[in-house]
Structure formats: structure tokens, C-alpha cells
């Protein structure tokens, strides 16, 4: 009796573990957490907009532009993508989502404000007017009758047809896909002056010294400002915080001088 009573304990006592490590077993392992995927930013421009961005001997992108905005993307802890897109389609593209930001040489302007959330101005530029070495003109007046090339979509556009007493004037004014097309249709006479953004301008007509001339004479005093969707205000905020940040610690200017031999950062 007492043997049969130990076996029916033992069996109980077997029973009972294995229901506990049946219990322990089925209780849910908690999984490693996942590494959060970086965050990307993508950022559209004109990748022939030298010296803000365009690409080099080898087909890469660089720039002053270039450079500001993956510095950026370093203290935001995101990925920079840039996506070149055609400029004039700019606005679209944004609107779009195709794109987050716009940033290369991005003009502030009115009526870009109603469709771009701006950041403060980070650099100042001129719309400046080039002719060639031996050309005649040599001030605005001398632009009547004339063929005046800009980029289509750039803010060349709206200053010279501001100015309305040279917009009536001109003969024609012909818009290019960009400014390396409109400087050789320049050179071969096929245009008569070129309007087009300074820091632009001069460092191209750099490159071949003797060949053509700046007028004194310009279409006005602009700001370059990094540009959002209207609503994207989070971005905004970021992006104004750092931008500010680097101009404070001498990050800007450390790259503004990069390209053009000084700190041209606006404060």
C-alpha cells in the first residue's frame, strides 16, 4: 500500500513539473530592439549651379551648397540625399513630396513664399549682367534692342522683368535650361548679355579671364535661403536651428571660404 501511495505521489510530483516547465517555456521572449533605420532627407537642386552645386571632373556632386547641407544633415542625425530635378519644375517638386527641401542658391522671393517655407538668409547675391570682353554695352541702357539670355526659372526671371523700363526695352529675352548653355551662346554672339546670379556668374567667367566683362550697373540685391514645404514646420525649425548653430561656431564660414577664398555667410 504505502509502495503504491509513493508511486502516486511521484507521479503527481512529475506531473506538476512539467506543467511548470511547460509554463516556463511558453512564457514570450522579448526581441532585441531594431536598429531605427536613419532618417533621409532628400534635397533637390540643379546640379549644374556651380559653385552651389554641380558635379566634377568625376560626376560628383560638390559645391558650397553641397557642402553646407550634408554638414546639416551630420548635426540632425539624418541621411542627406540630393535628387537633381529640372528647377523650373522646382515648386512641383516639392509639393510633390518627390523632394524635402530645396537647397541651391534658392532665392527668397514673394512670390515663391506663397508655395516655399524659407529659412533665414544665409547668403547675399547680385544679379549681375555679363558680356562679353568686347562688347559695347556698358551699362543697363545699352541693353535696348538687345537679346538678354537668363535661366528659365531662376530668379534672373523676375528681376529683370521688375525692372520694367529694361524689360520693355530688350528685343528678346531668352530663357536656357542653364547657365553654361546661355555663356556659350553668349561667347558665339548668339547672345548679347547674360543675367544671372553673381556668386555664379564670376565663378564661371573666372575660368576664362579676358573674355568677358561685368557691367557696374546690376537688377537688384537678393537673399539665398533654404526652402520647405509650407507645412513641413518641424523641418523648418531644424534646419533654422543648425543653420544658425554653424554660422555661431564657424562651421559656415569655414566653408563659405572653401569656395570663395572668404566668410560670406550672412548673419
Not at 552645386?53 to 560628383?60: A, H, Q
Not at 538687345?146 to 528685343?171: E, F, H, P
Not at 531668352?174 to 553654361?180: A, H, L
Request: hydrophobic letters at 45%; a negative charge; one cysteine or more.
Amino acid at each position: 500500500m504505502k509502495k503504491q501511495f509513493f508511486i502516486v505521489i511521484a507521479g503527481l510530483m512529475a506531473v506538476a513539473l512539467l506543467g511548470a516547465c511547460s509554463k516556463k517555456d511558453e512564457t514570450p521572449v522579448a526581441a532585441a530592439p531594431a536598429t531605427a533605420a536613419a532618417r533621409t532627407i532628400v534635397i533637390g537642386l540643379d546640379d549644374n549651379f556651380a559653385p552651389m552645386g554641380f558635379r566634377d571632373e568625376k560626376g560628383e556632386l560638390v559645391g558650397f551648397d553641397i557642402d553646407l547641407a550634408k554638414e546639416t544633415g551630420k548635426r540632425l542625425g539624418a541621411e542627406v540625399t540630393f535628387k537633381p530635378i529640372d528647377w523650373n519644375a522646382k515648386e512641383a517638386e516639392l509639393k510633390g513630396k518627390r523632394i524635402d527641401v530645396l537647397w541651391n542658391g534658392l532665392t527668397i522671393t514673394e512670390e515663391r513664399k506663397a508655395n516655399i517655407l524659407f529659412t533665414a538668409p544665409y547668403l547675399e547675391n547680385h544679379q549681375i549682367v555679363i558680356v562679353t570682353e568686347k562688347s559695347p554695352i556698358k551699362a543697363k541702357a545699352d541693353l535696348a534692342g538687345k537679346v538678354l539670355g537668363v535661366q528659365d526659372g531662376s530668379s534672373a526671371v523676375d528681376a529683370v522683368q521688375k525692372d520694367v523700363d529694361a524689360a520693355k526695352s530688350i528685343k528678346e529675352l531668352k530663357k536656357f535650361g542653364d547657365n553654361v548653355t546661355a555663356l556659350m551662346d553668349l561667347s558665339a554672339g548668339r547672345l548679347d548679355a547674360l543675367v544671372v546670379d553673381e556668386i555664379v556668374g564670376r565663378y564661371y567667367i573666372a575660368k576664362k579671364p579676358g573674355e568677358y566683362r561685368v557691367l557696374d550697373e546690376n537688377f537688384g540685391t537678393e537673399d539665398y535661403g533654404v526652402g520647405t514645404r509650407t507645412d513641413d514646420l518641424e523641418l523648418m525649425a531644424e534646419l533654422e536651428k543648425v543653420l544658425n548653430d554653424m554660422k555661431a561656431d564657424g562651421a559656415a564660414g569655414a566653408i563659405s571660404t572653401k569656395w570663395f577664398g572668404s566668410d560670406i555667410i550672412k548673419k
